[in-house]
C-alpha cells in the first residue's frame, strides 16, 4: 500500500533552482523518515537530505537544498537552489518505518521504499 510519487525534475541552468515533490501514500508520515537521494551515471547512489526524528543534509547540498513537508498535501519537498552541473542526477524518494534512519551515515539499504525517480539536469 506503500507508495511514492516524485515529480518537478526537469531541465534548468547551473544558479538556477528545481523543487522536487514527493506525494506519498499508506504511511503516516510522523512513524517514517524520508529521505531524498540520487544518482548521477557511473555513481553509486548517495543521499543528499533526509527528515525523521533528525534532519540530515549532504555536505554537498547544505545551503542550497532544503527538504520540507506538507502533510496537508501527503507531500515530501525538496527545494533546490543554486544547482550546479554536478547536480545532475536521478533524484529519489524513499521512506524507511524507522524514524531514526536519518540519523548518523544515512545508507539507502534502510529504506525500503522507493519512487521511481525524476531526472534532473542541469545545463547550460
Known amino acids: 500500500q506503500v507508495q511514492l510519487v516524485e515529480s518537478g525534475g526537469g531541465l534548468v541552468q547551473p544558479g538556477g533552482s528545481l523543487t522536487l515533490s514527493c506525494a506519498y501514500s499508506g504511511i503516516t508520515l510522523r512513524n517514517f523518515a524520508i529521505g531524498w537521494f540520487r544518482q548521477a551515471p557511473g555513481k553509486e547512489r548517495e543521499l543528499t537530505s533526509c527528515?525523521?526524528?533528525?534532519?540530515n543534509y549532504a555536505d554537498s547540498v547544505k545551503g542550497r537544498f532544503t527538504i520540507s513537508t506538507d502533510n496537508a498535501k501527503n507531500t515530501v519537498y525538496l527545494q533546490m537552489n543554486t544547482l550546479k552541473p554536478e547536480d545532475t542526477a536521478v533524484y529519489y524518494c524513499?521512506?524507511?518505518?524507522?524514524?531514526?534512519?536519518?540519523?548518523?551515515?544515512?545508507?539507502?539499504?534502510?529504506?525500503?521504499?522507493w519512487g521511481q525517480g525524476t531526472q534532473v539536469t542541469v545545463s547550460s
Open positions: 524513499a521512506a524507511s518505518t524507522r524514524q531514526s534512519s536519518c540519523s548518523g551515515f544515512v545508507s539507502p539499504n534502510r529504506f525500503a521504499y
Open positions: 527528515i525523521g526524528w533528525s534532519t
